[in-house]
T-cell receptor, first 115, second 112 residues
Framework: DAGVIQSPRHEVTEMGQEVTLRCKPI?????LFWYRQTMMRGLELLIY????????DSGMPEDRFSAKMPNASFSTLKIQPSEPRDSAVYFC?????????????FGEGSRLTVL | SQKIEQNSEALNIQEGKTATLTCNYT??????LQWYRQDPGRGPVFLLL?????KEKRKERLKVTFDTTLKQSLFHITASQPADSATYLC???????????FGSGTQLTVLP
């Protein structure tokens, strides 16, 4: 399996622009997580889907952030409008909810820079 | 409020020695605790899981302990090698939730 695939790997944009990050989870995994990582705050959970349904979005910073999972093999995280403080590495992770270990499989991340 | 602390942001040790990393938590009743490794520019990679009713878990040169009374987990790498240099993250899952909350990580450097 190719693992969790995220795109783009790097994105540089200007303040006010819309940003869309994409994620393809591992085939067969039914849980998907979006995390954000910064030096100051570490890895923060933004939102969690189970069977394509958002379960907990309490970590989404504000209304500028939205996430969708239209099917089991694709998810997007959108920021509109983007701000410099959104600069971070955004990770998508997937897992099998019935897994005994609850192990998360992370993608390589999307590094976002908002100027 | 809930807190996960990994003390010492950075740890340098000599090759061949045992590295010990600490994860402390407050205001959690974790069902299990996991340890991940993260290399620069990469996503975290799962290493080990230990459940609340387990005291110790081993995997090759890795050993994890879990003390729910002290609210602490220790992560040991024996016979450390320069290739073990990375950031190590602990993560907690509380109750039936599948969401993991991560500590800030400890950057380990093994010197040759």
């Amino acid at each position: 399996d190719a693992g969790v695939i995220q795109s783009p790997r790097h994105e540089v944009t200007e303040m006010g622009q819309e940003v869309t990050l994409r994620c393809k989870p591992i085939s067969g995994h039914n849980s998907l997580f979006w995390y954000r990582q910064t030096m100051m705050r570490g890895l923060e959970l933004l939102i969690y889907f189970n069977n394509n349904v958002p379960i907990d979005d309490s970590g989404m910073p504000e209304d500028r952030f939205s996430a969708k999972m239209p099917n089991a093999s694709f998810s997007t995280l959108k920021i509109q409008p983007s701000e410099p403080r959104d600069s971070a590495v955004y990770f998508c992770a997937s897992s099998l909810s019935t897994s005994a270990s609850g192990e998360l499989f992370f993608g390589e991340g999307s590094r976002l820079t908002v100027l | 409020s809930q807190k996960i602390e990994q003390n010492s942001e950075a740890l340098n040790i000599q090759e061949g020695k045992t590295a010990t990393l600490t994860c402390n938590y407050t205001n959690y009743s974790p069902a299990y605790l996991q340890w991940y490794r993260q290399d620069p520019g990469r996503g975290p990679v799962f290493l080990l899981l230990i459940r609340e009713n387990e005291k110790e878990k081993r995997k090759e040169r890795l050993k994890v302990t879990f003390d729910t009374t002290l609210k602490q987990s220790l992560f040991h790498i024996t016979a450390s090698q320069p290739a073990d240099s990375a950031t190590y993250l602990c993560a907690l899952a509380a109750g039936s939730a599948r969401q993991l909350t991560f500590g800030s990580g400890t950057q380990l450097t093994v010197l040759p």
